[in-house]
T-cell receptor
């Protein structure tokens, strides 16, 4: 395991409020990723980071922003949450063997 | 573009049955291929991987062979157990790009 934690693990919020999800890793991996998982869609990439302050968009980035000020932390922010952003969010890092390691997930409900 | 297609589920088997979950891919160059497993309420865990053509990845009785000629990476297990019930994801990582492409997942139910 790559020592990936996510916080919070569960969150319920209301439409229009800002939400920040945190991913923390202890393996000093350079690459980090945020995915969302929805029934029928598998995993979809939101944003990824290839180093401190270096980030790029994935396939479903609209409505999301990210920041990476330290190697170990990768934050995902929903500026104004909508019901369509109700999902399970997974953080991942890429290890030396090019495999991805996943965190336990955050279940977000937007009412 | 690069993509992964895997068989739709759910797949329901009796304990000790043979398992095959099909996965085919589209990619340029020489991708690495992976199988991940997800148990209820958990994140994805790496099950096995193969990094070049004809490589066989194996772990916990599961196997998959990287077939470039058929662009496939089918997951197999000779005798499934109830504890293998989970969702299985096939994934591809292009050789020159740090992004993964995941299949939509196949749910496996194993009955006693």
């Amino acid at each position: 395991d790559a020592g990936i934690t996510q916080s919070p693990r569960h969150k319920v919020t209301e439409t229009g409020t800002p939400v920040t999800l945190r991913c923390h890793q202890t393996e000093n991996h350079r690459y980090m990723y945020w995915y969302r998982q929805d029934p029928g869609h598998g995993l979809r990439l939101i944003h990824y980071s290839y180093g401190v302050k270096d980030t790029d968009k994935g396939e479903v980035s609209d409505g999301y922003s990210v920041s990476r000020s330290k190697t170990e932390d990768f934050l995902l922010t929903l500026e104004s949450a909508t019901s369509s952003q109700t999902s399970v969010y997974f953080c991942a890092t890429e290890g030396e063997g090019n495999e991805q390691f996943f965190g336990p997930g955050t279940r977000l409900t937007v009412l | 573009g690069d993509s992964v297609t895997q068989m739709e589920g759910p797949v329901t088997l009796s304990e000790e049955a043979f398992l095959t979950i099909n996965c085919t891919y589209t990619a340029t160059g020489y991708p690495s291929l992976f199988w991940y497993v997800q148990y209820p309420g958990e994140g994805l865990q790496l099950l096995l991987k193969a990094t070049k053509a004809d490589d066989k990845g194996s772990n916990k009785g599961f196997e998959a062979t990287y077939r470039k000629e058929t662009t496939s990476f089918h997951l197999e297990k000779g005798s499934v157990q109830v504890s293998d019930s989970a969702v299985y994801f096939c994934a591809l990582r292009p050789g020159n790009f740090n992004k993964f492409y995941f299949g939509s997942g196949t749910k496996l139910n194993v009955k006693p």
